[in-house]
Structures are given as structure tokens and as C-alpha cells.
T-cell receptor
């Protein structure tokens, strides 16, 4: 199984940058996913990392360090619509199941 | 448009009644999943199915049952044995279960919020 930790809440100003950290302890690792979830809606896929390093996709970037059991999601040029919960999920290398963190609620203020 | 549908969006039941939540996908995905989401907690896996006519228990299967008679459908029954059924239920699917890479991301339906009183 996995033990996944991420901060509960973060607040930032429109146009700024926010970094959401995720740490995990795993018995096997087969990739890390970030999802965005607006209140009352379905999670939507943002990014995937399986090798160490940075993956950039527009305003969103995700970083992984497997040796440290650490990832972060970087949101740049924040917009009001980025206010949402961001879920870190780790895929187990043994049974392929996803384990989710509790989510980080990001509030973007004008 | 391809996607996953769940109905209804809101469901109310009396304690002691069984209730079935529907999940349909037209993505031609082999694998399907059921999660529940509670405030302050991560999504927890209830059941999953790697292929039609097959399913396995997840981390919190007690009080739930599923079937997978068709590739596109994976209904979840919340039985009266589930001690705390009020939650937000999410269905998901992926191309495959044990495949590698980002293409095996899980796609989620809009969810059903179940309230049992």
C-alpha cells in the first residue's frame, strides 16, 4: 500500500505561482498522477510522472524524485478557474492500484 | 462524445435499503473502478474490474457488491450492511488495468452523491 501526504489548503493571488508538494511511502512504484477536481465534480487528469525530473504542460508542471518519494505540482500564472482541489495519486508497482492523497484545496484570490 | 456517465447525481435513501448506482462508459475501456470520497480523505477504492465478467475487492469492499456483465457497465450496490454509506461515489475507467504509462490514466464519471438517513 501507499502512504501519501499533501497539504490540506493553499491560497495564492491571481497571476502568481503555487507549488503543491506530495510525499509518498510505497512498497512498489509505477507512476504518479496529478488530478484536478472542482467542487462536486469529477477529477480530471493533469499530469503523469514515472521517471525523475520535470514534466511541463502549459501553465502546469510536475516534478518527481523517486529516491526521495517526492513530487510537486507547479501552477503558474494562476487564474481564478484554478481554484480547485489537486489530488496526488501513486500507482502501486505490484498490484497497479492507485492510492490517492486527501487533496490540496487551492484558493486563488483576485 | 466518449465518456463515463453516472446516474443519478443525487440519491437519497432510508437506512436499511439497498441502492444501486449506475456507471456506463463508451470509451471501450477494459478496466473499471468504484471509489468513494469523504471530506478530508483521499479517494478509496471499493471494487475494480480488469475485464468483463471479472472483479476484485478494493480496500473498502465490505457492504458493497458489483457486477460486470457488460464491458460498458459496472453497477455498484450499496447494501444495508454498509455502516456509513453517505458519501460521494465516483466511477472510473482506464484502457487497461496493468498497462504502463500515462495512457493508462483513469477517467472519472461525474459522481453520485448518496445520502442515507
Amino acid at each position: 500500500g501507499q502512504n501519501i501526504d499533501q497539504p490540506t489548503e493553499m491560497t495564492a493571488t491571481e497571476g502568481a505561482i503555487v507549488q503543491i508538494n506530495c510525499t509518498y511511502q510505497t512498497s512498489g512504484f509505477n507512476g504518479l498522477f496529478w488530478y484536478q477536481q472542482h467542487a462536486g465534480e469529477a477529477p480530471t487528469f493533469l499530469s503523469y510522472n514515472v521517471l525523475d525530473g520535470l514534466e511541463e504542460k502549459g501553465r502546469f508542471s510536475s516534478f518527481l524524485s523517486r529516491s526521495k518519494g517526492y513530487s510537486y505540482l507547479l501552477l503558474k500564472e494562476l487564474q481564478m478557474k484554478d481554484s480547485a482541489s489537486y489530488l496526488c495519486a501513486v500507482r502501486d508497482g505490484n498490484d497497479y492500484k492507485l492510492s490517492f492523497g486527501a487533496g490540496t484545496t487551492v484558493t486563488v484570490r483576485a | 462524445d466518449g465518456g463515463i456517465t453516472q446516474s443519478p447525481k443525487y440519491l437519497f435513501r432510508k437506512e436499511g435499503q439497498n441502492v444501486t448506482l449506475s456507471c456506463e462508459q463508451n470509451l471501450n475501456h477494459d478496466a473499471m473502478y468504484w471509489y468513494r470520497q469523504d471530506p478530508g480523505q483521499g479517494l478509496r477504492l471499493i471494487y475494480y474490474s480488469q475485464i468483463v465478467n471479472d472483479f476484485q475487492k478494493g480496500d473498502i469492499a465490505e457492504g458493497y457488491s458489483v457486477s460486470r456483465e457488460k464491458k460498458e457497465s459496472f453497477p455498484l450496490t450499496v447494501t444495508s450492511a454498509q455502516k456509513n454509506p453517505t458519501a460521494f461515489y465516483l466511477c472510473a475507467s482506464s484502457i487497461d488495468f496493468a498497462g504502463e504509462g500515462p495512457f493508462y490514466e483513469q477517467y472519472f464519471g461525474p459522481g453520485t452523491r448518496l445520502t442515507v438517513t
